[in-house]
Protein backbone atom coordinates (compact mmCIF):
# COMPACT_ATOMS: atom_id res chain seq x y z
CA UNK A 1 0.00 0.00 0.00
CA UNK A 2 1.16 3.14 -0.90
CA UNK A 3 1.39 6.44 1.07
CA UNK A 4 -1.68 8.07 -0.59
CA UNK A 5 -3.94 9.88 0.86
CA UNK A 6 -6.57 7.20 1.31
CA UNK A 7 -4.23 5.75 4.08
CA UNK A 8 -5.65 6.17 7.37
CA UNK A 9 -1.61 7.00 8.93
CA UNK A 10 -1.79 9.98 5.93
CA UNK A 11 -5.32 10.70 6.99
CA UNK A 12 -4.42 11.42 10.55
CA UNK A 13 -1.53 13.35 9.85
CA UNK A 14 -3.60 15.56 6.91
CA UNK A 15 -6.25 16.26 10.05
CA UNK A 16 -3.85 16.74 12.46
CA UNK A 17 -1.62 19.52 10.82
CA UNK A 18 -2.87 22.95 8.58
CA UNK A 19 -3.87 22.05 4.89
CA UNK A 20 -1.26 21.51 2.75
CA UNK A 21 1.67 21.94 5.53
CA UNK A 22 2.98 18.25 5.90
CA UNK A 23 6.15 17.22 3.90
CA UNK A 24 7.04 13.60 3.90
CA UNK A 25 10.48 12.81 4.54
CA UNK A 26 11.69 8.94 4.10
CA UNK A 27 8.75 8.00 1.82
CA UNK A 28 11.02 5.68 -0.25
CA UNK A 29 12.64 4.00 2.93
CA UNK A 30 11.81 0.25 3.00
CA UNK A 31 12.29 -2.85 4.92
CA UNK A 32 15.99 -3.78 4.81
CA UNK A 33 15.99 -7.81 6.22
CA UNK A 34 14.98 -10.32 3.92
CA UNK A 35 14.84 -12.87 6.18
CA UNK A 36 11.27 -15.11 6.57
CA UNK A 37 9.90 -13.92 3.16
CA UNK A 38 10.27 -10.13 3.78
CA UNK A 39 11.88 -10.00 1.03
CA UNK A 40 8.86 -10.64 -1.12
CA UNK A 41 6.81 -8.61 1.19
CA UNK A 42 6.11 -4.60 -0.08
CA UNK A 43 6.91 -2.44 2.82
CA UNK A 44 6.47 1.19 1.50
CA UNK A 45 8.04 3.64 4.15
CA UNK A 46 8.48 0.56 5.89
CA UNK A 47 5.34 0.86 7.76
CA UNK A 48 5.91 4.48 9.40
CA UNK A 49 5.04 8.03 7.59
CA UNK A 50 7.30 10.48 9.01
CA UNK A 51 7.85 14.57 8.25
CA UNK A 52 7.12 18.16 9.26
CA UNK A 53 4.20 19.97 9.19
CA UNK A 54 2.14 22.95 10.86
CA UNK A 55 -0.63 23.28 13.54
CA UNK A 56 -2.05 26.46 13.75
CA UNK A 57 0.82 28.00 11.98
CA UNK A 58 3.12 26.12 14.96
CA UNK A 59 6.07 23.99 13.49
CA UNK A 60 5.35 20.09 14.38
CA UNK A 61 7.19 16.97 13.28
CA UNK A 62 5.20 13.97 12.97
CA UNK A 63 5.16 9.80 12.70
CA UNK A 64 2.19 8.00 12.17
CA UNK A 65 2.15 4.24 11.82
CA UNK A 66 0.51 2.34 9.01
CA UNK A 67 -1.12 -0.91 10.06
CA UNK A 68 -1.63 -1.95 6.71
CA UNK A 69 2.19 -2.40 5.95
CA UNK A 70 3.22 -5.91 7.90
CA UNK A 71 0.59 -4.28 11.05
CA UNK A 72 2.83 -1.43 11.84
CA UNK A 73 5.30 -3.26 13.31
CA UNK A 74 8.58 -1.99 13.91
CA UNK A 75 11.58 -2.95 12.51
CA UNK A 76 15.30 -1.29 12.02
CA UNK A 77 14.21 0.96 9.37
CA UNK A 78 10.78 1.75 11.16
CA UNK A 79 12.88 2.82 13.85
CA UNK A 80 15.27 4.95 12.03
CA UNK A 81 12.63 7.03 10.56
CA UNK A 82 11.26 7.87 13.87
CA UNK A 83 14.81 8.58 15.33
CA UNK A 84 15.31 10.35 12.35
CA UNK A 85 12.30 12.79 12.86
CA UNK A 86 13.68 13.16 16.71
CA UNK A 87 16.94 14.61 15.91
CA UNK A 88 15.24 17.36 13.41
CA UNK A 89 12.57 18.22 16.22
CA UNK A 90 15.33 18.83 18.36
CA UNK A 91 17.74 20.68 16.03
CA UNK A 92 14.74 22.72 15.00
CA UNK A 93 13.29 22.92 18.66
CA UNK A 94 9.67 21.96 18.10
CA UNK A 95 6.72 19.44 19.34
CA UNK A 96 6.77 15.27 18.41
CA UNK A 97 3.73 14.06 17.61
CA UNK A 98 3.43 10.57 17.42
CA UNK A 99 0.14 8.65 16.19
CA UNK A 100 0.06 5.13 17.33
CA UNK A 101 -1.22 1.62 15.72
CA UNK A 102 0.96 -0.74 15.76
CA UNK A 103 1.00 -4.71 16.41
CA UNK A 104 4.46 -4.55 18.19
CA UNK A 105 8.22 -5.71 17.38
CA UNK A 106 8.65 -7.22 14.14
CA UNK A 107 9.81 -10.75 15.11
CA UNK A 108 11.09 -11.00 11.66
CA UNK A 109 14.09 -8.77 12.03
CA UNK A 110 14.48 -10.11 15.98
CA UNK A 111 17.59 -8.57 17.27
CA UNK A 112 17.65 -5.77 14.93
CA UNK A 113 13.77 -5.02 16.03
CA UNK A 114 14.96 -5.32 19.49
CA UNK A 115 17.61 -2.55 18.98
CA UNK A 116 15.47 -0.63 17.16
CA UNK A 117 12.96 -0.45 20.32
CA UNK A 118 16.08 0.85 22.09
CA UNK A 119 16.56 3.18 19.53
CA UNK A 120 13.24 4.96 19.88
CA UNK A 121 13.46 4.57 23.86
CA UNK A 122 16.54 6.28 23.69
CA UNK A 123 15.99 9.73 21.31
CA UNK A 124 12.98 10.11 24.18
CA UNK A 125 14.42 10.41 26.59
CA UNK A 126 17.05 12.75 25.51
CA UNK A 127 14.37 15.17 23.97
CA UNK A 128 12.51 14.77 27.24
CA UNK A 129 12.38 18.35 28.69
CA UNK A 130 13.32 19.72 24.97
CA UNK A 131 10.72 19.37 22.73
CA UNK A 132 7.18 18.57 24.07
CA UNK A 133 6.08 14.59 23.02
CA UNK A 134 2.63 14.03 22.39
CA UNK A 135 1.68 10.41 22.07
CA UNK A 136 -1.80 9.23 20.39
CA UNK A 137 -2.66 5.72 20.13
CA UNK A 138 -5.41 5.07 17.56
CA UNK A 139 -4.95 0.75 17.35
CA UNK A 140 -2.77 -1.63 19.12
CA UNK A 141 0.19 -0.51 21.47
CA UNK A 142 1.58 -3.69 22.81
CA UNK A 143 4.33 -4.77 25.34
CA UNK A 144 7.44 -2.45 24.92
CA UNK A 145 5.67 0.00 22.64
CA UNK A 146 3.57 0.50 25.63
CA UNK A 147 6.87 2.24 27.00
CA UNK A 148 6.41 5.16 24.10
CA UNK A 149 3.44 6.48 25.46
CA UNK A 150 4.65 6.56 28.57
CA UNK A 151 7.20 8.50 28.13
CA UNK A 152 5.66 11.11 26.00
CA UNK A 153 4.62 13.95 27.84
CA UNK A 154 0.92 14.21 27.04
CA UNK A 155 -1.21 11.02 25.30
CA UNK A 156 -4.49 10.38 24.03
CA UNK A 157 -6.16 6.97 23.62
CA UNK A 158 -8.75 6.32 21.01
CA UNK A 159 -11.60 5.14 23.46
CA UNK A 160 -13.67 2.38 21.14
CA UNK A 161 -10.64 0.63 19.27
CA UNK A 162 -7.20 1.74 20.61
CA UNK A 163 -5.71 -1.14 22.69
CA UNK A 164 -2.30 -0.18 25.17
CA UNK A 165 -1.21 -2.36 27.55
CA UNK A 166 2.36 -4.30 28.71
CA UNK A 167 0.74 -7.54 29.28
CA UNK A 168 -2.63 -8.66 27.18
CA UNK A 169 -5.40 -9.13 29.54
CA UNK A 170 -5.23 -12.64 29.15
CA UNK A 171 -1.47 -13.24 30.12
CA UNK A 172 -2.57 -11.76 33.74
CA UNK A 173 -2.21 -14.73 36.40
CA UNK A 174 -6.52 -15.05 37.67
CA UNK A 175 -7.59 -12.49 34.55
CA UNK A 176 -8.94 -12.45 31.24
CA UNK A 177 -10.56 -10.22 28.71
CA UNK A 178 -14.12 -10.34 29.76
CA UNK A 179 -13.25 -10.06 33.50
CA UNK A 180 -11.38 -7.04 33.14
CA UNK A 181 -10.06 -5.64 29.80
CA UNK A 182 -6.80 -3.96 31.28
CA UNK A 183 -5.61 -2.92 27.77
CA UNK A 184 -9.23 -1.21 27.42
CA UNK A 185 -8.95 2.78 26.85
CA UNK A 186 -11.26 3.27 30.16
CA UNK A 187 -8.94 1.27 32.16
CA UNK A 188 -6.07 3.16 31.19
CA UNK A 189 -7.38 6.17 31.32
CA UNK A 190 -8.67 5.67 35.19
CA UNK A 191 -6.09 3.37 36.39
CA UNK A 192 -2.75 3.73 35.20
CA UNK A 193 -1.90 7.71 34.83
CA UNK A 194 -0.74 7.51 31.82
CA UNK A 195 -3.74 8.25 29.41
CA UNK A 196 -4.63 11.86 29.15
CA UNK A 197 -7.61 11.99 27.15
CA UNK A 198 -9.99 9.87 24.98
CA UNK A 199 -12.43 10.05 22.36
CA UNK A 200 -13.06 9.68 19.16
CA UNK A 201 -10.14 10.37 16.40
CA UNK A 202 -11.08 13.20 15.20
CA UNK A 203 -12.00 14.88 19.28
CA UNK A 204 -8.01 13.69 19.64
CA UNK A 205 -6.23 14.71 16.70
CA UNK A 206 -8.67 18.36 18.16
CA UNK A 207 -7.38 18.47 21.02
CA UNK A 208 -3.68 17.76 19.89
CA UNK A 209 -3.92 21.18 17.92
CA UNK A 210 -5.26 22.57 20.72
CA UNK A 211 -2.89 21.40 23.04
CA UNK A 212 0.14 22.58 20.66
CA UNK A 213 -1.40 26.01 20.53
CA UNK A 214 -0.99 26.21 24.22
CA UNK A 215 2.85 24.69 24.86
CA UNK A 216 5.66 26.72 24.45
CA UNK A 217 7.79 25.09 20.97
CA UNK A 218 10.87 24.09 23.25
CA UNK A 219 12.79 24.41 26.55
CA UNK A 220 14.63 27.58 25.49
CA UNK A 221 11.48 29.42 24.17
CA UNK A 222 10.75 30.63 27.83
CA UNK A 223 7.47 29.87 27.94
CA UNK A 224 4.23 30.32 25.47
CA UNK A 225 2.53 34.14 24.98
CA UNK A 226 -0.22 34.88 22.83
CA UNK A 227 -2.23 37.68 22.74
CA UNK A 228 -4.91 38.40 25.29
CA UNK A 229 -8.57 39.33 23.92
CA UNK A 230 -10.22 39.00 27.14
CA UNK A 231 -10.81 41.32 30.17
CA UNK A 232 -7.95 41.56 32.21
CA UNK A 233 -10.07 42.71 35.14
CA UNK A 234 -12.75 40.77 34.70
CA UNK A 235 -14.75 40.06 37.52
CA UNK A 236 -15.27 35.59 38.63
CA UNK A 237 -18.72 34.74 39.81
CA UNK A 238 -19.94 31.73 41.79
CA UNK A 239 -16.24 30.62 42.88
CA UNK A 240 -17.42 30.94 46.44
CA UNK A 241 -20.50 28.51 45.88
CA UNK A 242 -18.38 26.30 43.19
CA UNK A 243 -14.78 26.36 44.63
CA UNK A 244 -15.12 22.65 45.62
CA UNK A 245 -14.70 21.57 41.55
CA UNK A 246 -11.03 23.47 40.66
CA UNK A 247 -12.51 22.80 36.92
CA UNK A 248 -14.84 25.66 37.35
CA UNK A 249 -12.89 27.75 39.45
CA UNK A 250 -9.45 27.47 36.63
CA UNK A 251 -12.50 28.04 33.15
CA UNK A 252 -13.40 30.82 35.00
CA UNK A 253 -10.80 32.83 35.75
CA UNK A 254 -8.33 31.64 32.12
CA UNK A 255 -8.46 33.97 29.26
CA UNK A 256 -11.78 33.44 27.24
CA UNK A 257 -12.57 30.40 29.92
CA UNK A 258 -10.06 27.97 28.55
CA UNK A 259 -8.64 25.37 30.45
CA UNK A 260 -7.08 22.11 29.02
CA UNK A 261 -7.14 19.23 31.64
CA UNK A 262 -4.68 16.72 31.60
CA UNK A 263 -5.18 12.88 33.26
CA UNK A 264 -8.69 13.82 33.66
CA UNK A 265 -10.38 10.44 34.73
CA UNK A 266 -7.16 9.24 36.86
CA UNK A 267 -6.84 10.61 40.80
CA UNK A 268 -9.74 13.26 40.18
CA UNK A 269 -9.34 14.53 43.83
CA UNK A 270 -6.27 16.13 42.04
CA UNK A 271 -6.87 18.07 39.03
CA UNK A 272 -4.07 19.45 36.66
CA UNK A 273 -4.11 21.86 33.71
CA UNK A 274 -3.16 24.40 31.09
CA UNK A 275 -4.99 27.76 31.35
CA UNK A 276 -3.96 30.84 30.12
CA UNK A 277 -3.34 34.41 31.91
CA UNK A 278 -3.18 37.59 29.70
CA UNK A 279 -2.20 35.30 27.47
CA UNK A 280 0.26 33.58 28.86
CA UNK A 281 0.33 30.03 29.48
CA UNK A 282 0.33 28.22 33.01
CA UNK A 283 0.25 25.46 34.54
CA UNK A 284 -2.58 24.37 37.30
CA UNK A 285 -2.46 22.21 40.18
CA UNK A 286 -5.75 22.04 42.46
CA UNK A 287 -7.02 19.57 45.24
CA UNK A 288 -10.63 18.69 43.80
CA UNK A 289 -13.79 17.67 46.44
CA UNK A 290 -16.58 17.91 44.18
CA UNK A 291 -17.73 17.85 40.32
CA UNK A 292 -20.41 19.56 38.59
CA UNK A 293 -21.20 18.63 35.10
CA UNK A 294 -22.54 20.84 32.81
CA UNK A 295 -25.86 21.84 33.93
CA UNK A 296 -24.31 21.79 37.44
CA UNK A 297 -25.34 19.17 39.06
CA UNK A 298 -23.16 17.91 41.56
CA UNK A 299 -21.95 14.38 39.97
CA UNK A 300 -18.91 13.38 42.47
CA UNK A 301 -17.73 14.26 45.87
CA UNK A 302 -14.12 13.56 47.32
CA UNK A 303 -12.69 14.20 50.52
CA UNK A 304 -10.49 17.15 51.02
CA UNK A 305 -7.08 14.74 51.28
CA UNK A 306 -3.80 14.48 49.68
CA UNK A 307 -3.69 10.51 47.50
CA UNK A 308 -0.37 8.94 46.60
CA UNK A 309 -2.04 8.89 42.89
CA UNK A 310 -2.99 12.51 43.09
CA UNK A 311 0.59 13.17 44.34
CA UNK A 312 2.59 11.33 41.38
CA UNK A 313 -0.17 13.32 38.87
CA UNK A 314 0.20 16.71 40.25
CA UNK A 315 4.49 16.18 40.88
CA UNK A 316 4.99 14.59 37.58
CA UNK A 317 2.73 18.04 35.77
CA UNK A 318 4.95 20.08 38.11
CA UNK A 319 7.90 18.94 36.43
CA UNK A 320 6.59 19.07 33.35
CA UNK A 321 6.19 22.64 33.71
CA UNK A 322 8.94 23.76 34.95
CA UNK A 323 10.96 22.14 32.12
CA UNK A 324 9.30 24.49 29.35
CA UNK A 325 9.56 27.44 31.76
CA UNK A 326 5.43 27.11 32.43
CA UNK A 327 4.62 29.47 35.17
CA UNK A 328 2.27 27.06 38.22
CA UNK A 329 -0.08 27.62 40.21
CA UNK A 330 -1.47 25.90 43.00
CA UNK A 331 -4.88 25.92 44.40
CA UNK A 332 -4.89 24.36 48.08
CA UNK A 333 -8.25 22.59 49.54
CA UNK A 334 -6.46 20.05 51.88
CA UNK A 335 -6.84 18.98 55.43
CA UNK A 336 -5.04 15.79 55.72
CA UNK A 337 -4.13 12.77 53.81
CA UNK A 338 -6.12 9.48 52.58
CA UNK A 339 -6.14 6.67 55.34
CA UNK A 340 -6.49 3.58 53.57
CA UNK A 341 -4.40 0.75 53.57
CA UNK A 342 -3.48 0.83 50.06
CA UNK A 343 -2.64 4.72 50.21
CA UNK A 344 -0.40 3.86 53.07
CA UNK A 345 1.54 1.67 51.34
CA UNK A 346 2.82 4.15 48.53
CA UNK A 347 2.01 7.60 50.16
CA UNK A 348 4.97 8.82 51.77
CA UNK A 349 7.08 8.43 48.63
CA UNK A 350 4.22 10.09 46.80
CA UNK A 351 4.58 13.41 49.38
CA UNK A 352 8.34 13.02 48.89
CA UNK A 353 7.98 13.01 44.92
CA UNK A 354 5.54 16.15 45.41
CA UNK A 355 7.08 18.14 48.00
CA UNK A 356 10.47 18.01 45.53
CA UNK A 357 8.51 19.19 42.61
CA UNK A 358 7.35 22.10 44.12
CA UNK A 359 11.15 22.66 46.22
CA UNK A 360 13.27 21.82 42.85
CA UNK A 361 10.93 24.31 40.66
CA UNK A 362 12.37 27.23 39.70
CA UNK A 363 9.47 28.91 37.37
CA UNK A 364 6.99 31.13 39.10
CA UNK A 365 4.83 29.68 41.35
CA UNK A 366 1.65 31.18 42.79
CA UNK A 367 -0.43 29.49 45.81
CA UNK A 368 -4.32 30.09 46.44
CA UNK A 369 -5.83 28.75 49.63
CA UNK A 370 -9.38 28.41 48.69
CA UNK A 371 -10.74 26.38 51.20
CA UNK A 372 -9.31 24.28 54.22
CA UNK A 373 -5.00 24.35 54.86
CA UNK A 374 -4.50 21.95 57.53
CA UNK A 375 -1.07 20.59 59.03
CA UNK A 376 1.07 18.90 56.83
CA UNK A 377 -0.74 18.93 53.57
CA UNK A 378 -0.89 22.71 53.84
CA UNK A 379 2.87 23.01 53.76
CA UNK A 380 3.27 20.18 50.66
CA UNK A 381 0.36 22.12 48.17
CA UNK A 382 3.01 24.94 47.71
CA UNK A 383 3.39 27.19 50.66
CA UNK A 384 5.70 29.24 51.58
CA UNK A 385 8.40 27.29 53.11
CA UNK A 386 8.45 25.34 49.76
CA UNK A 387 9.63 28.07 47.35
CA UNK A 388 6.09 29.43 46.36
CA UNK A 389 6.37 33.32 45.68
CA UNK A 390 3.20 34.73 46.41
CA UNK A 391 0.64 32.91 48.57
CA UNK A 392 -3.19 34.43 48.39
CA UNK A 393 -6.16 33.48 49.88
CA UNK A 394 -10.12 34.11 49.96
CA UNK A 395 -11.44 35.14 52.91
CA UNK A 396 -12.91 32.58 54.38
CA UNK A 397 -10.02 29.79 54.32
CA UNK A 398 -8.58 28.56 57.15
CA UNK A 399 -5.23 27.48 57.85
CA UNK A 400 -3.35 26.03 60.96
CA UNK A 401 -2.51 22.29 62.11
CA UNK A 402 -6.22 21.37 62.11
CA UNK A 403 -9.61 21.76 62.62
CA UNK A 404 -9.96 24.55 65.29
CA UNK A 405 -12.65 22.36 67.26
CA UNK A 406 -10.56 19.28 66.79
CA UNK A 407 -7.83 21.17 68.61
CA UNK A 408 -9.42 22.01 71.03
CA UNK A 409 -10.66 18.61 71.62
CA UNK A 410 -7.01 17.31 71.87
CA UNK A 411 -5.26 20.11 74.01
CA UNK A 412 -8.93 20.17 76.28
CA UNK A 413 -9.32 16.40 76.59
CA UNK A 414 -12.30 15.51 79.55
CA UNK A 415 -13.56 19.41 79.82
CA UNK A 416 -16.77 20.21 79.11
CA UNK A 417 -18.24 21.37 76.00
CA UNK A 418 -18.75 25.08 76.72
CA UNK A 419 -15.33 25.70 77.72
CA UNK A 420 -14.25 22.96 74.31
CA UNK A 421 -16.13 25.36 71.65
CA UNK A 422 -14.57 28.67 73.54
CA UNK A 423 -11.11 27.31 73.38
CA UNK A 424 -11.75 26.09 70.23
CA UNK A 425 -13.48 30.10 69.36
CA UNK A 426 -9.58 30.71 70.62
CA UNK A 427 -7.61 28.69 68.32
CA UNK A 428 -8.84 29.73 65.57
CA UNK A 429 -8.60 32.96 65.99
CA UNK A 430 -4.85 32.70 67.06
CA UNK A 431 -3.70 30.05 64.87
CA UNK A 432 -6.42 28.50 63.17
CA UNK A 433 -7.73 31.50 60.63
CA UNK A 434 -5.65 32.70 57.34
CA UNK A 435 -5.87 36.30 59.14
CA UNK A 436 -3.54 34.82 61.47
CA UNK A 437 -1.05 33.13 58.83
CA UNK A 438 -1.31 36.40 56.96
CA UNK A 439 0.23 38.27 59.98
CA UNK A 440 3.22 36.00 60.53
CA UNK A 441 3.64 36.59 56.62
CA UNK A 442 3.03 32.73 55.26
CA UNK A 443 0.25 34.47 53.33
CA UNK A 444 0.51 37.56 51.12
CA UNK A 445 -2.71 38.89 50.65
CA UNK A 446 -6.10 38.12 51.44
CA UNK A 447 -8.01 38.56 48.04
CA UNK A 448 -11.97 38.75 47.01
CA UNK A 449 -13.79 36.06 44.87
CA UNK A 450 -14.34 38.26 42.13
CA UNK A 451 -10.78 40.00 42.04
CA UNK A 452 -9.53 36.53 41.61
CA UNK A 453 -8.31 36.69 37.94
CA UNK A 454 -6.92 40.43 37.86
CA UNK A 455 -4.92 39.08 40.74
CA UNK A 456 -3.37 36.10 39.80
CA UNK A 457 -2.85 37.63 36.33
CA UNK A 458 -1.02 40.26 38.65
CA UNK A 459 0.97 37.77 40.30
CA UNK A 460 2.70 36.05 37.08
CA UNK A 461 3.50 39.11 35.22
CA UNK A 462 5.01 40.37 38.10
CA UNK A 463 6.98 37.14 38.35
CA UNK A 464 7.92 36.46 34.68
CA UNK A 465 11.80 37.52 34.90
CA UNK A 466 12.04 35.60 38.03
CA UNK A 467 15.51 34.25 38.26
CA UNK A 468 16.54 31.23 40.55
CA UNK A 469 20.28 29.96 40.46
CA UNK A 470 20.61 26.14 42.31
CA UNK A 471 23.60 24.34 43.84
CA UNK A 472 25.94 23.06 41.71
CA UNK A 473 24.23 19.29 40.87
CA UNK A 474 23.48 16.90 37.70
CA UNK A 475 20.22 16.04 39.27
CA UNK A 476 17.99 15.61 42.31
CA UNK A 477 17.14 12.15 43.27
CA UNK A 478 13.65 12.33 43.85
Not at 11 to 20: C, F, G, S, W, Y
Not at 31 to 45: C, E, G, I, K, V
Not at 403 to 408: I, Q, S, V
Request: proline share 3%; net charge negative.
Amino acid sequence: MSNSNDNSAMQRIAKLVDENSFMEIGSLVTARSTDFNLAQTDTPSDGVITGHGLVDGNLVFVYSQDASVLGGTIGEMHAKKIAAVYDLAVKMGAPVIGLIDCAGIRLQESVDALEAFGTIYSKQAAASGVVPQISAVFGMCGGGLAVVPALSDFTYVQADQAKIFINSPNAIDGNRADKCDSSSAAFQSEETGTIDGTGTEDEILARIRQLVCMLPANNAQGGCMDECTDDLNRACQSLDTMKGDPRYVLSEISDNHIFIEAKADYAKEMVIGLIKLDGMTVGAVANCTEIYDAQGKKTETFDAVLSARGCNKAAEFITFCDAFEIPVISLTNAKGFRATMCAEKNLAKALGRLVSAFANATVPKVNLIMDQAYGSAYTVMNSKSLGADLVYAWPDAKTGMMDAKLAAKIMYAGETAAVIEEKAAAYEALQGSVQAAAARGYVDRIIDYPGTRKYLIAAVEMLYTKRIHQPDRKHGTK
